[in-house]
């Protein structure tokens, strides 16, 4: 029996390559379609500065890898409690996106993310963490230096070029997108929108 049906074993060997066959499909595709459009490599920027809300100088750490299918960033403490931004495979994004993705990490080390407990996988909770990091990370490429509303638009093109490759619906983009261009028109600064969300976690 298969899923409770009755089936003979050359029932179960067709579906089951049927299975293999589909999986592959849904792994393999996304991941081919993003290569093709990767195949320049990129100057890795320089790390922006970052300090965590409790004043620790954050650590960048590239690793490059040719088996990555694109650019990623990950903010966590390493083994010894130092506050760290992994960078994996940079030299496959424009500088745009580098950027966005430094400073996207680094709000998380700034809003105590890191040291808060993690909360579920695609959780409101999450969500809103990564709208808030996503913020962070707009006003301060907007505010500290030039072309900055220039440098937000690009980083959006491919952080839409990424979301596609990895599966994600164009409504899950779009959402990104707005949240990006409300915070582009605050009339506040990452400081202030930093120091506020401390506040309200009583991190202070």
């Not at 100088?57 to 960033?73: E, I, R």
Request: glycine share 4%.
């Amino acid at each position: 029996m298969l899923f409770g049906i009755k089936c003979t074993r050359k029932d179960i060997r067709k579906i089951m390559k049927l299975i293999i066959t589909t999986i592959i499909i849904m792994f393999f595709t996304p991941c081919t379609v993003w290569a093709k459009d990767n195949l320049m490599q990129f100057d890795i920027v320089k790390p922006p500065v970052c300090l965590n809300n409790k004043g620790e100088t954050v650590q960048y750490l590239n690793n490059l890898s040719q088996k990555a299918a694109f650019s990623a960033g990950m903010a966590k403490r390493n083994k010894k409690g130092f506050p760290i931004v992994y960078r994996f495979s940079y030299e496959k994004s424009p500088k745009a996106m580098q950027k966005f993705i430094d400073l996207h990490e680094c709000a998380h080390h700034q809003t105590g993310d890191v040291d808060r407990p993690l909360p579920p996988q695609n959780s409101p909770l999450q969500m809103m963490n990564e709208s808030i990091a996503d913020c962070i990370a707009t006003l301060r490429i907007r505010d500290e230096g030039e072309n900055g509303e220039a440098i937000i638009l690009d980083a959006l093109l491919e952080l839409k070029k990424t979301m596609r490759s990895l599966g994600f619906p164009d409504s899950s983009f779009n959402s990104r997108k707005s949240n990006i261009s409300n915070c582009l028109k605050k009339d506040v600064s990452a400081q202030t929108f930093i120091y506020d969300v401390l506040q309200h976690r009583q991190l202070n």
